[in-house]
Every structure is written in C-alpha cells, then in structure tokens.
C-alpha cells in the first residue's frame, strides 16, 4: 500500500461511517460512531499533515495551504460537537456542515489535478510506500492518544 492508496482508503471509511450515523436510531449507537468519526478524522488529518502533506508541499504550496485551512475547520467543527449534545437541535446542523466541508476536501484531494494526483507524478513508488508506513504510525499513535 502506498501513501495515496492509504489516504483513499480512510476518506472511505469516514464516508461509511457518516452513513451508518444516520442509518442507526440508537442514540448511543449513535455516539459511538460519532466518536468514531471523531477518532478517525483527528487521525487522519494529522498524517495528512505530519507526512504527506510536507513531502508533496514544494510540488503544490498552494494545495497544501488550503488543505491546512480546511483541516482548521474541521477540527473547529469536532470541537463544538463535542461539546453539544446529540439532542441539541445545533447538533445536526454543525455535524451536516462536518460533513459537508469533509467531503467538499476529499473531492478536492481526489480530483484531477488535486494534491494526490499532483503527489502520483511527483514521488516514486518507493518514497508513497514508505509515507504510507510513516503515516499509519501516526495514525495509530493518535488513535491510542485518543481513546486513553
């Protein structure tokens, strides 16, 4: 697996685990895939930003900037829902703008001529290779950061 495979992967499981949010009627069914999302958006970003996005910076400074921005906004946005309650009719409209500004970033990411298509041409095989064990390292480090 390659550090652009990797990123693909886990903007995916954000995705299904958006829709499983809203396919369960659980309320703590519910909590527990928000924390979920939580978990896995804080990870990912911080690979994004500790590994993949230094290495491909000199190639798109200016994709990179923006990706820092939108992550910005992200983590706001993590920040106050985890500070609603699920209840709260603030709730839904701060998780549907989550939602929304996330997957307004994959596309971006995703698109042609996007930071990873632009990170495809630029870095060899070998150097996505090893991003990608460097980027789940960091994954996984603030996955236990997380839950202790």
Known sequence: MDAIELIKEDHQRIEE??????ETESETAQEDIFQLIETGLMAHSE???QVFYPAVEEFAPEKVEEAFREHAG??????DLLDADLNEETFESMFQKLMDDVRKHVKEEEAKGGIL???QGSL????LSKMANEMLNVQRRIKE???A
């Open 17 to 22: 685990l958006f829709h499983d949010f809203f």
């Open 124 to 127: 060899n095989r070998e150097r």
């Open 117 to 119: 298509e632009i990170a």
């Open 145 to 147: 950061d997380l839950a």
């Open 47 to 49: 690979m994004e930003e």
């Open 74 to 79: 992200v983590k706001e946005l993590l920040a």
